[in-house]
C-alpha cells in the first residue's frame, strides 16, 4: 500500500521560534499533497494544496507568511510555522495523492498527523 | 457550495449494540467521492471507505456497512454488535470531481463511545 510518514509526530516549542513539519510519501510518486489542520474536539480544515515544483495554494483565511509551504520534490512537502504562538497549537496532517490517471487522483493516503504545542 | 453535516457530535452505545452514524453531503457536482475516516485517540486517520457518486450500492465489510443514498444525499455508516475497540471519532468526506483526489472536506466527526 501506500504509506506517508509525517515527522515529527509530536513537537513543542517556545513562541516565536519556527517549526517544520515534514510530509514523505515513501513508496509513490505525489505531485500534490494537502495539508489540514484540525483543533481539539473539531473537523479537519484544509489549509493548502501543495504542488511539486510550483506555489501552494492556500484556502481563504490561511495565512501564507505564517504557514509555509515547500515541495520540493515528488516525495516530501514541508510545513513551516513561522513565529509560533500558542493559537497555533494544534495537529496538523497531511495527505499525498498517487500521481496518475483516472480513479488514481481520487486516492489520498494520510499521514500519522503532528501535534503542536507552542509555549 | 459543498458541505457535509454528521448532525451526532456524541454517540455512546453498549458493547454488541449496532450503531449507525449518519453523513448528509452538499454538492452541485455530479462527479464526487464519499468517504468514511476512524480516527482513534492516538490522532491518525483511518481509511474506511470510498464510494464514487455512481455507485449507489451498499457495501458490508465485516461488522461494518454502509447506506449510500442519493435521493437523500446521505452516507450512513453502520457498525453491528459494536466492540469497545470501535470507539474513536468517525469522520465522514466529501472530494468533488476525478482530479481532486485528496482535497477533502470533513463533516464534524462523531465521537462514538462503546462501553463495555
Known amino acids: 500500500g501506500a504509506v506517508v510518514s509525517q515527522h515529527p509526530s509530536r513537537v513543542i516549542c517556545k513562541s516565536g521560534t519556527s517549526v517544520k513539519i515534514e510530509c514523505r510519501s515513501l513508496?509513490?510518486?505525489?505531485?500534490?499533497m494537502f495539508w489540514y489542520r484540525q483543533f481539539p474536539k473539531k473537523s479537519l480544515m484544509l489549509m493548502a494544496t501543495s504542488n511539486e515544483g510550483s506555489k501552494a495554494t492556500y484556502e481563504q483565511g490561511v495565512e501564507k507568511d505564517k504557514f509555509l509551504i515547500n515541495h520540493a520534490s515528488l516525495t516530501l512537502s514541508t510545513l513551516t510555522v513561522t513565529s509560533a504562538h500558542p493559537e497555533d497549537s494544534s495537529f496538523y496532517i497531511c495527505s499525498a495523492r498517487l500521481r496518475g490517471q483516472g480513479e488514481r487522483n481520487t486516492e489520498a493516503f494520510f499521514g500519522q498527523g503532528t501535534r503542536l504545542t507552542v509555549v | 457550495a459543498q458541505k457535509v453535516t454528521q448532525a451526532q457530535t456524541e454517540i455512546s452505545v453498549v458493547e454488541k449494540e449496532d450503531v449507525t452514524l449518519d453523513c448528509v453531503y452538499e454538492?452541485?457536482?455530479?462527479?464526487?467521492?464519499l468517504f468514511w475516516y476512524k480516527q482513534p485517540p492516538s490522532g491518525e486517520l483511518v481509511f474506511l471507505i470510498r464510494r464514487n457518486s455512481f455507485d449507489e450500492q451498499n457495501e458490508i465489510s465485516g461488522r461494518y456497512s454502509w447506506n449510500f443514498q442519493k435521493s437523500t444525499s446521505s452516507f450512513n455508516f453502520t457498525i453491528t454488535a459494536s466492540q469497545v475497540v470501535d470507539s474513536a471519532v468517525y469522520f465522514c468526506?466529501?472530494?468533488?470531481?476525478?482530479?481532486?483526489?485528496?482535497?477533502?472536506?470533513f463533516g464534524q466527526g462523531t465521537e462514538l463511545s462503546v462501553k463495555p
Open positions: 454538492t452541485r457536482d455530479t462527479t464526487y467521492y
Open positions: 513508496d509513490f510518486q505525489a505531485t500534490t
Open positions: 468526506a466529501l472530494s468533488i470531481g476525478r482530479n481532486q483526489g485528496g482535497k477533502l472536506i
